[in-house]
């Protein structure tokens, strides 16, 4: 999830990582 915070221009990550998603 960290990795994909930090890589803001990857959409495809926040979807791919549900912590992410949860966090948005």
Same mark, same amino acid.
């Given at each position: 999830?960290? $990795?994909? $915070?930090?890589? %803001?221009?990857? %959409? ?13």
């Amino acid at each position: 999830a960290e $990795r994909c $915070r930090l890589s %803001i221009g990857h %959409i495809d990550d926040f979807q791919a990582d549900p912590d992410v998603v949860a966090a948005l």
